[in-house]
């Protein structure tokens, strides 16, 4: 079992966006305060993020196009790197799409940035081959990644069982490169969807692979609070991590889990909430993978934590020993 610990303790941040296609200008935002709140989940939409930089002089905000709103295909890459000092990574990579000015007081100005990973992939990113009869699903599978690679995705984490069937005949594929993955997904029953660098599928029943790493969660290794069991999952909050992202494998205690009061209102939405939530998305040993992560940070203020969607991963017949990563906060 293999052991890193990271301290958790003096903030890391930087903001750099390119101001051309080429990705040879930038313009470095890190010294400014900044909020950022970046979300991503396995549902076949990009990971967006939504930025705000204040008092940034009209000249730089113009470097971002002048007399409008909308990015039009600039090409401009937007990296944000957080996290601490012993302990950071890019959290977000993406295509700028949107800025927008504003005042917040007399003395403080803004500017507010949207981005997103795999936008342009999801928009336009078209398959349009043949497939020879006797194809596996693997195949129909790298034939739309392919398409999407085209458009500045390429494949992050792909671990999925593919079912063992072949094409009876030969096919054309031609649609968009989203509805394609889509579809190879509801055949091989797994989720997909953008991660920092790349496409993400994970299977809708978890498993566990005793060469994958986890990552342990506690009060001593960031874990904000107890863990709360709802109706999409189990949610976990934690100091900002750059490594928790989606596909990850994390370890808790589950006597540190909170299940959510009983709504007595009387109502249909009520009565499915209180059904939904059900000790099946627990693991018996504590192993869970995230779905859906949100960074949210500000950079002047208390904010600094990344929070969680997890699933339980099928628990082994004995107690399990993983590789582990491990974090101490002060």
């Known amino acids: 079992m293999s052991e890193n610990k990271n301290r958790q303790w003096l903030r890391y941040f930087r903001l750099v966006i390119a101001t051309d296609k080429n990705n040879q200008q930038a313009i470095d935002?890190?010294?400014f305060r900044c909020k950022f709140h970046i979300s991503q989940a396995v549902i076949g939409k990009p990971c967006t993020a939504e930025i705000t930089v204040y008092n940034v002089s009209k000249e730089t905000v113009d470097k971002l196009g002048i007399g409008t709103n909308k990015i039009e295909d600039s090409g401009m890459k937007v990296i944000i790197e957080a996290g601490y000092k012993d302990n950071h990574?890019?959290?977000?990579?993406g295509d700028l799409w949107w800025k927008s000015t504003g005042r917040e007081s007399e003395t403080e100005t803004f500017m507010k940035l949207v981005a997103a990973t795999g936008d342009k992939a999801r928009?336009?990113?078209v398959?349009?081959?043949?497939?020879a009869k006797g194809a596996t699903q693997q195949t129909i599978f790298k034939k739309v990644c392919e398409a999407m690679k085209a458009k500045g995705v390429d494949v992050k984490n792909?671990?999925?069982p593919f079912m063992d069937t072949r094409l009876p005949r030969g096919k054309v594929l031609f649609k968009m490169a989203t509805d394609a993955m889509n579809g190879i997904a509801d055949t091989n029953n797994f989720d997909w969807g953008y991660?920092?660098?790349g496409l993400v599928a994970i299977p809708k029943e978890p498993v566990f692979n005793q060469k994958e790493t986890v990552i342990v969660l506690n009060a001593d290794t960031?874990?904000?609070g107890r863990p709360e069991l709802d109706e999409e999952g189990l949610d976990v909050q934690a100091l900002l991590n750059p490594k928790l992202e989606i596909g990850t494998l994390i370890q808790i205690d589950n006597a540190s889990v909170q299940r959510n009061s009983y709504d007595t209102t009387v109502s249909e939405s009520a009565y499915q909430k209180n059904m939904a939530?059900?000790?099946d998305f627990l693991s018996a040993d504590g192993i869970y993978r995230v779905i859906s992560r949100e960074h949210i940070g500000d950079t002047r203020g208390d904010e600094w934590y990344t929070s969680l969607i997890v699933v339980g991963v099928s628990s082994a017949s004995q107690p399990i020993a993983p590789s582990v990563f491990t974090f101490t906060s002060n």
Do not use: C, K, R, T
């Open 127 to 131: 398959v349009n081959v043949s497939v």
């Open 123 to 125: 928009q336009y990113a």
């Open 89 to 93: 990574g890019i959290i977000f990579q």
């Open 222 to 224: 960031g874990l904000i």
């Open 277 to 279: 939530v059900s000790d």
């Open 29 to 31: 935002l890190s010294e």
């Open 158 to 160: 792909a671990s999925v």
């Open 195 to 197: 991660g920092v660098d």
